[in-house]
């Protein structure tokens, strides 16, 4: 039966498609009655999604805190950061320090006596070898002897010592010259000085017959370190940074000049956490409020209500050191001023506050946060069920029209019989009725 095809109303004397159409309709309320509460269900796990997520925001907030942390940090401040910044860890104890600036660190750059008129002309050297002095040793890189433009010479020692040297070519208005300078002047403690470079040929090249060597009595640049003075000490750095010239404390150079370090304690941390919280809860609090407003999906539920109310209620140590508002709506807003006078005047109650929140709080968010999402399961499982229903019913509903057809082209294959049995009937009358002598003029 199933596949087959049955034409309504084929003998034109039965019209039953109509009566099938009727009856279909009827028994298909029940799946639109699925349907909607389906659509229903499925709105309100949707919702709720919004609001467990927003939970979830709030519990990995706390679970990721260490109260500890929050108070470790450390700050030092330059009174002039156009002559050098500095950095400190959490182990830099609290001073202040006057510093001098007298030298930076700056690279040595060499050009060699020699050069060529024509950029483009043809050249070939020998091989030669450079040198790089460290300070503690000598670094010595080997250039293979080739032929080329002056542009092929310079790829070529670069390829060979280009970790601590860099080579150019330089035009001193008539000839163009071989540029060689430090990568890195950090690389190097040694400075330029009378008959003492940073780079040097320790083989120079021979380019087209002629022996070419570095003008080191005239570099563009010298090799320098960076130089402060703290009280009656002088610091040297082959950089413009200072590492740890106190435990933590590092300072970076920019121009010679004075500048006053101050270190201090940091509280930058719990400032963040609490803009942290601040938004996660309210982000928890809006949720609520659009679940349960005027004609809202939630509206009148305690389940989701709830959660407001007892998030309110482990507010009370805020409040009472005046550390954020609360609005109309039950979000909140932080107090800022009040939160850097208490980590001035008095951290320890800060930080008690803090753990008090993150242990209430903290635990709270996270079995509301568990609660939640048991309950948008049980929505996702009733949403299946009612599908799995509604997708029975419809099956049960197609093979029911199917077996109604059958019956109906049957009746009408009966009616037409009938019919035409009748008139065949009705027309051996007539022709009897005729024969006996009926009917005639």
């Keep these: 039966m199933a596949g087959e095809i049955y034409f309504n109303?084929?003998?034109?004397?039965?019209?039953?498609?109509?009566?099938?159409?009727?009856?279909?309709?009827?028994?298909?309320?029940?799946?639109?009655?699925?349907?909607?509460?389906?659509?229903?269900?499925?709105?309100?796990?949707?919702?709720?999604?919004?609001?467990?997520?927003?939970?979830?925001?709030?519990?990995?907030?706390?679970?990721?805190?260490?109260?500890?942390?929050?108070?470790?940090?450390?700050?030092?401040?330059?009174?002039?950061?156009?002559?050098?910044?500095?950095?400190?860890?959490?182990?830099?104890?609290?001073?202040?320090?006057?510093?001098?600036?007298?030298?930076?660190?700056?690279?040595?750059?060499?050009?060699?006596?020699?050069?060529?008129?024509?950029i483009n002309s043809s050249i070939s050297w020998s091989a030669f070898q450079?040198?790089?002095?460290?300070g503690n040793s000598f670094l010595y890189f080997d250039v293979q002897a080739g032929s080329g433009k002056l542009s092929d010479l310079v790829s070529a020692i670069n390829s060979a010592a280009g970790g601590k040297i860099v080579?150019?070519?330089?035009?001193?208005?008539?000839?163009?010259?071989?540029?060689?300078?430090?990568?890195?002047?950090?690389?190097?403690?040694?400075?330029?000085?009378?008959?003492?470079?940073?780079?040097?040929?320790?083989?120079?090249?021979?380019?087209?017959?002629?022996?070419?060597?570095?003008?080191?009595?005239?570099?563009?640049q010298s090799a320098q370190n960076a130089q402060i003075s703290i009280g009656s000490n002088t610091l040297t750095s082959p950089s413009n940074r200072f590492e740890n010239i106190i435990d933590g404390l590092s300072v970076e150079v920019k121009k010679q000049g004075n500048a006053t370090i101050t270190v201090n304690e940091d509280y930058s941390a719990v400032s963040k956490f609490l803009g942290d919280f601040v938004r996660s809860y309210n982000a928890?609090?809006?949720?609520?409020?659009?679940?349960?407003?005027?004609?809202?999906?939630?509206?009148?539920?305690?389940?989701?209500?709830?959660?407001?109310?007892?998030?309110?209620?482990?507010?009370?140590?805020?409040?009472?050191n005046d550390l954020v508002n609360v609005k109309e709506d039950g979000t909140l807003e932080i107090n800022s001023s009040a939160v850097n006078s208490?980590?001035?005047?008095?951290?320890?109650?800060?930080?008690?506050?803090?753990?008090?929140?993150?242990?209430?709080?903290?635990?709270?968010?996270?079995?509301?946060?568990?609660?939640?999402q048991t309950f948008s399961n049980d929505l996702q499982n009733r949403f299946d069920a009612i599908n799995r229903r509604a997708q029975d019913l419809g099956q049960q509903l197609i093979r029911e029209e199917e077996r109604l057809r059958l019956e109906y082209a049957r009746v009408e294959a009966f009616i037409n019989k009938a019919q035409e049995t009748m008139a065949r009937l009705q027309a051996f009358i007539v022709s009897l009725s005729e024969m006996q002598g009926g009917n005639r003029r």
């Design 9 to 118: 109303n084929l003998t034109g004397r039965f019209d039953w498609g109509s009566i099938i159409d009727q009856i279909i309709r009827l028994k298909s309320i029940p799946i639109q009655r699925l349907s909607q509460e389906a659509q229903q269900v499925q709105a309100r796990q949707s919702a709720l999604q919004g609001l467990t997520n927003a939970v979830g925001d709030l519990s990995k907030l706390f679970e990721n805190l260490n109260v500890d942390d929050l108070f470790r940090g450390k700050r030092a401040n330059s009174s002039d950061s156009s002559v050098l910044t500095a950095t400190s860890t959490e182990n830099t104890p609290n001073v202040t320090i006057n510093l001098s600036v007298s030298k930076l660190a700056q690279k040595e750059v060499l050009v060699t006596n020699e050069g060529i008129s024509d």
């Design 130 to 134: 450079i040198a790089y002095n460290t």
């Design 167 to 220: 080579a150019s070519t330089f035009y001193d208005g008539s000839q163009y010259k071989l540029m060689l300078s430090e990568r890195d002047e950090a690389s190097s403690t040694a400075e330029t000085g009378e008959g003492n470079t940073v780079i040097s040929f320790n083989l120079p090249p021979v380019i087209n017959g002629n022996t070419w060597n570095l003008d080191t009595t005239n570099p563009l």
């Design 284 to 320: 928890v609090i809006s949720q609520v409020n659009q679940l349960t407003g005027r004609g809202a999906l939630f509206q009148g539920d305690y389940t989701i209500t709830g959660i407001k109310t007892e998030l309110s209620r482990m507010l009370d140590k805020l409040f009472a």
């Design 342 to 372: 208490l980590a001035s005047s008095n951290p320890q109650r800060l930080r008690e506050v803090i753990t008090n929140l993150k242990d209430t709080m903290g635990g709270y968010s996270l079995r509301t946060n568990t609660t939640l």
